[in-house]
């Protein structure tokens, strides 16, 4: 399904239906709040593991043995893999459960703390790990600094950190191109197009989309996910957002066999998409940002072929004062993507904004999650609360 602009007061009503209807597994708020900060804590810090030592990659490999077993051009066949894909995710997150609550027994955690206490703690650390684990907003930004730096040659300043501004500099881009291929050869780590002949202004484009909805997959999508479910809510989202990556393509080879695992990603990333298109919007500086971001999403993200892509996209495009979109090569052929936006396209000094605007995006909505979350077990509590109420007047009465 496909919309245009998201009221506030449609997701609003979408997420409070949601929490009818789902199971939330506890009312214990100390889990999301400091869980999840813990999390985006500790991928600020340490980014992604080496991929011999991430289990996001473990899986990607365990996936990748299970397609050339089970491969045939069959939604059905399909479908099996995306269930076998969630059943792992869940199965990972029972060991992780196991080893943590081993190790606490191991050290005495109970004695010293006292059950409860203990059980939390490991709860806690449980949903910081899972959530570390599914988060890589940092290493996004970091692959995305790197791309500007290799185009501006700017000598690694921009990976620092510290010369963003002059990233974004009036003369920027006649510094331009003095490593494109380097450029091209990372940006393979965060787009599935085809980079060889891309110039700089395409590579510049790609980042920016990439770093757009890659902003909703690395970090909106899993907060969102792990401040409802924990520790689970994080591992399934990561598993389906992988699955998604390796074989939700339109092309003929995954057309069929995708289709599951490209439905599931749309589904988990409608809301949180939704609520990141809110966010930056309310990040605009003024007024006439905001409709231009609004107008995007009215009159041309529809027209995008993901229903949350087109969205993220246009946000940013919106916000930044540029357009994104247009002729897309992949390796299985071209796409002619949308044009999103009103203005200049993307060039190499609107990387570093893009970069601040995910920040941006990501701390806002880390804060809004945890109030999800809180409110979520709130309302569970309340439920819980008032049934047992109920049933005891009701006993009472008899």
Request: glycine share 10%.
């Given at each position: 399904m496909r919309i245009g602009e998201p009221s506030s007061g449609a997701v609003a009503?979408?997420?409070?239906?949601?929490?009818?209807?789902?199971?939330?597994?506890?009312?214990?708020?100390d889990r999301v709040v400091i869980g999840l900060s813990l999390?985006?804590?500790?991928?600020?810090?340490?980014?992604?593991?080496?991929?011999?030592?991430?289990?996001?990659?473990?899986f990607g490999g365990a996936m990748n043995s299970l397609e050339r077993k089970l491969f045939r051009d069959s939604r059905?066949?399909?479908?099996?893999?995306?269930?076998?894909g969630v059943c792992l995710a869940w199965i990972a997150t029972s060991i992780l459960k196991f080893a943590l609550f081993t190790l606490a027994s191991v050290i005495g955690l109970n004695r010293k703390l006292g059950s409860r206490l203990a059980e939390r703690v490991v709860g806690i650390?449980?949903?910081?790990?899972?959530?570390?684990?599914?988060?890589?907003?940092?290493?996004?930004?970091?692959?995305?600094?790197?791309?500007?730096?290799?185009?501006?040659?700017?000598?690694?300043?921009?990976?620092?950190?510290?010369?963003?501004?002059k990233?974004?500099?009036?003369?920027?881009?006649?510094?331009?191109?003095?490593?494109?291929?380097?450029?091209?050869?990372?940006?393979?780590?965060?787009?599935?197009?085809?980079?060889?002949?891309?110039?700089?202004?395409?590579?510049?484009?790609?980042?920016?989309?990439?770093?757009?909805?890659?902003?909703?997959?690395?970090?909106?999508?899993?907060?969102?996910?792990?401040?409802?479910?924990?520790?689970?809510?994080?591992?399934?989202?990561?598993?389906?957002?992988?699955?998604?990556?390796?074989?939700?393509?339109?092309n003929i080879r995954y057309r069929k066999f995708g289709w599951a695992s490209a439905r599931a990603d749309d589904v988990a990333n409608w809301l949180p998409a939704r609520i990141s298109y809110l966010i930056v919007k309310s990040l605009a500086g003024d007024s006439e940002v905001r409709e231009r971001i609004s107008k995007i999403a009215r009159t041309q993200s529809r027209d995008h072929p993901s229903p949350n892509g087109g969205l993220i996209e246009g946000a940013f495009a919106g916000a930044l004062?540029?357009?994104?979109g247009g002729t897309t090569i992949y390796p299985h052929g071209v796409e002619e993507r949308p044009i999103l936006g009103f203005g200049p396209a993307g060039q190499v000094r609107d990387i570093a904004l893009a970069i601040k605007l995910s920040r941006q995006l990501q701390q806002r909505a880390l804060v809004l999650c945890m109030s999800i979350g809180i409110f979520a077990r709130l309302f569970v509590y309340i439920c819980k609360y008032c049934g047992q109420a109920f049933s005891r007047i009701g006993q009472s009465n008899l």
């Open positions: 009503s979408i997420v409070v239906t949601f929490f009818v209807v789902v199971r939330i597994e506890e009312p214990y708020s999390a985006v804590g500790l991928d600020g810090l340490f980014g992604d593991p080496r991929s011999s030592i991430h289990p996001v990659a473990w059905f066949l399909g479908a099996a893999y995306f269930v076998v650390a449980l949903t910081a790990l899972a959530g570390y684990l599914s988060l890589s907003g940092n290493s996004l930004r970091k692959i995305a600094r790197s791309i500007g730096d290799k185009l501006a040659g700017s000598n690694g300043d921009m990976l620092a950190g510290s010369n963003e501004d990233l974004a500099g009036p003369n920027h881009d006649m510094l331009a191109g003095n490593d494109l291929e380097g450029a091209r050869a990372q940006l393979r780590s965060l787009v599935g197009r085809n980079s060889a002949e891309l110039s700089v202004s395409e590579v510049a484009r790609a980042t920016i989309e990439s770093l757009a909805e890659n902003s909703v997959d690395a970090t909106v999508a899993p907060l969102f996910w792990g401040a409802l479910y924990g520790a689970p809510g994080f591992m399934i989202y990561r598993a389906i957002n992988t699955m998604d990556a390796m074989v939700g393509y339109s004062g540029i357009t994104l």
